[in-house]
């Protein structure tokens, strides 16, 4: 079993942690078979009164990304919309605590999470996930995932310039990459790989939290994910 350090947060990645994901995931267990309930997607939606659906959360450490996915999550269930967020950091406190941040085992937590993002979003429920996810493979295995199975994915680039992440720097992550505390950390010695075509762009340097909540709130509005009307 491969043991988290506890020294090395979400951030930190590793040599090699690009590298793509693989296609499919392996399937060890046998004679299973798959399960229809007899309560539809469609059932589910109607009755909730909107569509399911993942938002996806990226960006660098200190981006912005958690505060924003808190603040979302708050507007939409006061609008009387379904969400859960799922929280990069929160993760590895129980279904992920398993995992360390080898390549294998970063590309088990991007895995795990987007299987439980879209369980979340079958059930008419809009998943929020905030996750630093760096590298495009990862994301698009996530997207990928959702898109085979009939779901929205609503990525949302948190962007940031890295001298602000650094000021910023609520966790002191920044300081202790700079230090050689933390190696291979995300924005200071190992890349981040922006995204190139996001639904949503937020510039969190320049735009409040309220804004930014706004901005994402119309979107999911105008493209009627947030009723079955359209």
């Given at each position: 079993?491969?043991?988290?350090?506890?020294?090395?947060?979400?951030?930190?990645?590793?040599?090699?942690?690009?590298?793509?994901?693989?296609?499919?995931?392996?399937?060890?267990?046998?004679?299973?078979?798959?399960?229809?309930?007899?309560?539809?997607?469609?059932?589910?939606?109607n009755?909730?009164?909107?569509?399911?659906?993942?938002?996806?959360?990226?960006?660098?450490s200190?981006?912005?990304?958690?505060?924003?996915?808190?603040?979302l999550?708050?507007?939409?269930?006061?609008?009387?919309?379904?969400?859960?967020?799922?929280?990069?950091?929160?993760?590895?406190?129980?279904?992920?605590?398993?995992?360390?941040?080898?390549?294998?085992?970063?590309?088990?937590?991007?895995?795990?999470?987007?299987?439980?993002?879209?369980?979340?979003?079958?059930?008419?429920?809009?998943?929020?996930?905030?996750f630093?996810?760096?590298?495009?493979?990862?994301?698009?295995?996530?997207?990928?995932?959702?898109?085979?199975?009939?779901?929205?994915?609503?990525?949302v680039?948190?962007?940031?310039?890295?001298?602000?992440?650094?000021?910023?720097?609520?966790?002191?992550?920044?300081?202790?990459?700079?230090?050689?505390?933390?190696?291979?950390?995300?924005?200071?010695?190992?890349?981040?790989?922006?995204?190139?075509?996001?639904?949503?762009?937020?510039?969190?340097?320049k735009e409040?939290?309220?804004?930014?909540?706004?901005?994402?709130?119309?979107?999911?509005?105008?493209?009627?994910?947030?009723?079955?009307?359209?």
């Amino acid at each position: 079993m491969t043991k988290v350090n506890p020294e090395a947060p979400e951030g930190a990645a590793v040599p090699g942690a690009d590298r793509p994901l693989v296609a499919e995931a392996t399937t060890k267990a046998a004679n299973i078979t798959w399960h229809e309930g007899d309560v539809s997607r469609e059932e589910r939606e109607n009755l909730l009164g909107h569509k399911g659906l993942t938002i996806w959360f990226t960006g660098l450490s200190a981006s912005g990304k958690s505060t924003i996915a808190s603040a979302l999550e708050q507007h939409l269930l006061h609008k009387g919309t379904t969400a859960y967020r799922l929280d990069g950091d929160n993760v590895r406190f129980g279904l992920n605590k398993n995992l360390g941040f080898s390549p294998e085992d970063r590309t088990e937590n991007i895995r795990r999470i987007s299987e439980v993002a879209k369980l979340f979003a079958d059930g008419a429920v809009v998943a929020i996930t905030s996750f630093i996810s760096p590298y495009r493979a990862d994301r698009e295995q996530a997207r990928e995932l959702h898109e085979k199975a009939g779901l929205p994915f609503v990525e949302v680039f948190v962007d940031v310039p890295i001298e602000v992440a650094e000021q910023r720097d609520p966790k002191g992550l920044y300081k202790k990459a700079r230090a050689g505390q933390i190696k291979e950390f995300t924005g200071i010695d190992a890349p981040y790989e922006a995204p190139e075509k996001p639904e949503i762009h937020v510039c969190s340097d320049k735009e409040s939290v309220e804004d930014s909540v706004k901005k994402i709130y119309e979107y999911l509005n105008d493209k009627g994910f947030l009723s079955l009307s359209q």
